[in-house]
């Protein structure tokens, strides 16, 4: 089975920066694109940043210009930069990722935990 492990979140002050990262492990013969999603108390789950197989990636609006996302392939392992964080962005961030468990190809939906993010003064 395919698990998803995220870390780096934390409180931090408006303005400062975090990190998250999410590692991917089990069996695992492809990964067709990973992603960050994130939950406020009383919102819907939004998709924040999304990278493909083929290196094209996607954020939603709010985060352009602010958060980066990059993944390493061999490591399994897909981050999110957060850079100039606001009160707006705390939330608790969950990993995805589109897997390939076996050589045949199926893709199956995979999804971690969370980390929370709270950005306070």
């Known amino acids: 089975q395919v698990t998803l492990v995220e870390s780096g979140g934390g409180l931090v002050q408006p303005g400062e920066s975090l990190r998250l990262s999410c590692v991917a492990s089990?069996?695992?013969?492809?990964?067709?694109?990973m992603a960050w999603h994130r939950q406020a108390p009383g919102r819907q789950r939004e998709l924040v940043a999304q990278f493909y197989y083929d290196g094209t990636v996607k954020y939603t609006d709010s985060v352009k210009g602010r958060f980066t996302i990059s993944m390493d392939n061999a490591e399994k392992t897909v981050y999110l930069q957060m850079n100039g964080l606001k009160p707006e962005d705390t939330a608790r961030y969950y990993c995805?990722?589109?897997?390939?468990?076996?050589?045949?190809?199926?893709?199956?939906?995979?999804w971690g935990h969370g980390t929370q993010v709270t950005v306070s003064s």
């Open positions: 995805y990722a589109k897997i390939a468990p076996t050589y045949v190809g199926d893709l199956y939906d995979y």
């Open positions: 089990g069996t695992i013969s492809g990964i067709d694109a």
